[in-house]
């Protein structure tokens, strides 16, 4: 069973008041905790996915560029075919060439003619083929920037409640400050050096009658009446903070 040491302090101490000190630093700890970090971590998590698939829609973009002037080119290559054939069918009725110089234009008229027609058959099949990309790609884009919209929305209002926040800390700051410049000189230094040692909890109170309400220790009857009786500077054997009489 634990038990508690009388340490005798100072008879004007203004345990009150530093224990409305201790509250306040409480209050003040717990609203920090409560600043919205993980939502913080999501919103940078979401706006790198977001940034990676700008990226990637980019890359799209450029192969789709890369695929329209892969068919630029079979349509110049089209061209040039159509071109030859002309010449040809030109050179077929100029009374110029033997028949066997005839005969071999014209299995090329006939090799031109083929490769014309699968060019032909290409090209329609790679615009269209384009066209479902180019669709695509836009309703990709619309997406992102539908996206990129609420994620704005999002991470203005989170900076808004943050800011609300950092600005009631702030406020919490200064009232803190006010209050330490206030206590008395002997509340002053037994603040700083209990709150240097323990932390904002410098100051336990009973807890349910018994029990030292910041290591949750039973404490001895004898401790237990000297702090009902206002004794100061009762400490906690267990983890040695001043116990106020106070009932939770």
Known sequence: MACSFVFKWGENMNYDQLYELQSLKLRREA?????????EVKLRRRKQELLAEKRDLILLEEKLRMHIKDIHKLQDEK???LEEIARINEDLYSNKFTAKELTSMQNRLENLESTLANRHNRIEKENAMIVAKRADLKEKKNSLVDRMKDYE???EEYLQERNRLLEKLKQMDEQIQEFIMMLNVEDRVFYERESG?????ML?????GRFCSCCSMLLESDTIFA????????RCQSCGRV???LEE
């Not at 040692?197 to 909890?201: D, Q, V």
């Not at 702090?227 to 500077?233: I, L, T, Y």
Request: charged share 35%.
């Open 243 to 245: 116990i106020y009489n």
């Open 197 to 201: 040692k323990y932390g904002i909890e």
């Open 153 to 155: 929305a999002k991470v």
């Open 204 to 208: 336990s109170i009973l807890k349910k």
């Open 79 to 81: 061209e040039t075919i």
């Open 31 to 39: 609203m920090e905790k409560s600043y919205p970090k993980e939502r």
């Open 227 to 234: 702090v009902k009786a206002e004794s100061v500077g009762i």
